[in-house]
């Protein structure tokens, strides 16, 4: 993707651009997030709210943001700037947006390099107690170097490499053959959390739809975490179809991209809560789900350490694809439109985004820095890590969403939206009407709706 930057490219394959927004879509919101949120906000009651955000809501937007970049084959800003150049700045906004998630996706995305080593040099350590291993890496004994420094560092430093060497091609070939593996993989482990002593009361409480456990939180939550994890928002679905021609289908990769996503995160849930329930290992904190539960299930299994190694260098390869499209987002911009040298760029973008992010590990458990953070007054938010997920996932992102949806619906209008995504009639589009009011109506209103109450309501994130 980085290489085609400059020459405006265009994917070779259609499976290339799939596997480009889906490695962009996949990640740790998937692995990582979803499965505590869906534990924390009612097991299948979350389920149905997620699976009704993204098939009413996250379909419609991510088809805007196709249609907006392939119409105009140029990166977010440029691209909004050429259909109205009024409202340029909204994609300051997504620029913004892209460096506060890195801040703490770096973190994270450094955590599962030090799994990766972790299974393979100390495996037996971890199995002793995965929650005290996982809550040491986050410093509860101390400062945690490797947590907050050493490894997010690496994973930035890779990120970071890889955007400004243009090496990303070789990612998308990699792509293909490790998406497909991780999707394996995640079914088989599926199978085996949910096989495991103790695991079927997991099973039913992500089965179990009890309406009354719905309320205007789930939905809060259900959508943020949406828009996280589809990549949507901040511009970069519409980066990505900038590099599509004419003949794609944006109608069927929309389809294709929203229902990979959501599968990957509900055979993470369905791996991740079952465990849970039958290991009754609850780290807590810092959505210690994917890295101290799962020690429980890697366990139990023959052969589970190498499991645990493929299954963390997976999940860092997921990580990176999509920090990667977050990165290469906030570069674009500011090489493209604000004339800046693309290595330099990329040097500086990352000491701030390292910088800030320290803090999201340092507030988790190293208490000379939760401490500051808890005497503040008036604090909503046990966690400063929380308030940075906050911040992007119930207001950045849900309104570049909002303002997507307004762009489309209102300002360039549906009939033009609708005549790029058919190609010019070229491809059938039975749901067309169904989506106008989608985007003119139904999201924008429901969206505000929601950053609204998330203003008033409470201030959790999950
Ligand atoms: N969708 C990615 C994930 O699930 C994160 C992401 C968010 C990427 C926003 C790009 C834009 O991990």
Known sequence: ??????????????????????????????????PGKAYNCGGGAFLITY???????????????????????????????????KYSWVGGLGILTGFIILCYYCQ???????????????????????????????????????GAIIYPLIFLGLTSFIISR?????????????????????????????????????????LHFDP???????????LGQAFFSLSLGMGVMITYASYLSKDENLITNTGVVCVL????????????????????????????????TLAGVFMSIPGGTIFGLLFYALLFFAAITSSISILEGTVAYLVEEKGMERKKTVVWASIIIFAIGIFYTLSQAFLPIKGIWWSMEGLQFPIFGDFMEYLTDRLLLPF???FTTVFVG????????????????????????????LVKFVAPAAILCIIIAGLFLGMSIS
């Open 1 to 34: 993707m980085a290489a085609s930057i400059e020459n405006r490219g265009q994917f070779g394959s259609k499976l290339g651009f799939i596997l480009s927004a889906a490695g962009s879509a996949v990640g740790l919101g998937n692995i990582w997030k979803f």
């Open 51 to 85: 699976i009704l955000m993204v098939a009413l809501i996250g379909t419609t937007v991510m088809l805007a943001e196709f249609v907006i970049g392939r119409k105009t084959q140029k990166n977010a800003i440029g691209a909004i700037r050429e259909l109205n150049a």
């Open 108 to 146: 994270v995305g450094g955590w599962t390099i030090k799994y990766i080593i972790a299974y393979i040099t100390e495996s037996a350590t971890v199995y002793a107690d995965p929650t005290a291993y996982f809550l040491d890496m986050l410093g509860v004994n101390g400062f945690p170097l490797e």
């Open 166 to 206: 243009g090496v990303a091609d070789g990612i998308e070939k990699l792509s293909k053959f490790l998406m497909p593996l991780l999707f394996v993989l995640l079914i088989g482990l599926m199978i085996r959390a949910c096989t495991l002593p103790g695991a079927s009361e997991g099973v039913a409480y992500m």
């Open 212 to 222: 009354s456990t719905i309320n205007g939180n789930t939905f809060l939550v259900a």
């Open 261 to 292: 996503d959501t599968s990957v995160a509900l055979f993470a849930g369905f791996m991740i809560i079952p465990a849970v329930f039958a290991t009754g290992i609850d780290p807590g904190m810092g959505g210690g789900f994917a890295f101290a």
């Open 400 to 402: 570049g969403a909002f």
């Open 410 to 437: 209102w300002i360039w209008g549906t009939d033009n939206a609708i005549k790029e995504a058919t190609s010019d009639g070229k491809y059938k589009f039975a749901l067309a009407p169904a989506w106008a009011i």
